[in-house]
């Protein structure tokens, strides 16, 4: 097993938590309220506000090119992501300034701001760690809810989310994010340190969980 999975399975049932919440079973089934798709959304888009932060403190954090590069890279697929979303709420009347106007909920500042604590309190393994259930984890939620490909989504209603995540774009980078933060643990991780890094994985993917819930809690569901 690749650091990753020997994170997940430490943090099984947190992992399980998050990759299973009913958010994400109505998503993938097509039955998820629209408001509470748009809450999310909104949420969000000012989630990645503070995630391309935290790529930046990736970059700041690394001390060969190579480590920078995949700083970089995190950092444009974080800006590309932004766009989606403007595109997505454009649909409902919601202009880029709407939702840069609209208040962080505290599920996404307790999300944000431990992934940014970890990366200035701890070293760049902590800061990928924390990064990695939303950065792996999106794709595999991705891959999971389009298992017959985009083709096979038809007119599903949130077709454009789930291909975001399940096309080969992302898919790339989540596998790239994956091989770094195995290569970081072969360079700075031991057995004891293991044990740390679990904590952290698990707590990121219960506030991956929150902030699903948070959807349903802003539209009242």
Same mark, same amino acid.
């Given at each position: 097993m690749?650091?990753?999975?020997?994170?997940? =399975?430490?943090? +099984?049932?947190?992992? %399980?938590?998050y990759v299973d919440h009913d958010f994400v079973r109505q998503l993938? &089934?097509?039955?998820?309220?629209?408001? =509470?798709?748009? +809450?999310?959304?909104? %949420?969000?888009?000012?989630?990645?506000?503070?995630?391309?932060r935290a790529w &930046?403190?990736?970059?700041?954090?690394?001390?060969?090119? +190579?480590?920078?590069?995949?700083?970089?890279e995190g950092l444009g697929a974080v800006l590309n992501e932004t766009e989606l979303h403007i595109r997505l709420c454009a649909r409902w009347g919601l202009s880029r300034n709407d939702i840069e106007a609209a208040p962080?909920?505290?599920?996404?500042v307790a999300y944000t701001r431990f992934v940014l604590d970890?990366?200035?309190a701890g070293d760049l393994l902590d800061l990928h760690v924390a990064l990695a259930p939303c950065v792996i984890g999106y794709a595999e939620i991705g891959r999971a809810l389009a298992p017959q490909g985009l083709d096979g989504l038809g007119s599903h209603p949130y077709r454009d989310w789930i291909g975001e995540y399940a096309g080969e774009g992302y898919q790339s980078v989540a596998s790239a994010a994956r091989r770094h933060l195995d290569e970081l643990a072969g360079r700075a991780m031991t057995e004891r340190r293991f044990v740390e890094l679990a904590a952290l994985f698990a707590q990121a993917s219960r506030l991956e969980a929150d902030f699903w819930q948070m959807g349903f809690d802003l539209a009242g569901h």
């Open positions: 690749d650091i990753f999975d020997r994170l997940k =399975a430490a943090a +099984a049932s947190d992992w %399980q938590s993938g &089934a097509g039955t998820l309220p629209q408001a =509470a798709f748009q +809450a999310y959304l909104v %949420q969000d888009y000012l989630f990645l506000i503070q995630f391309a &930046a403190l990736a970059a700041y954090k690394s001390r060969t090119l +190579a480590d920078i590069r995949v700083a970089q962080e909920h505290q599920a996404t970890c990366g200035a």
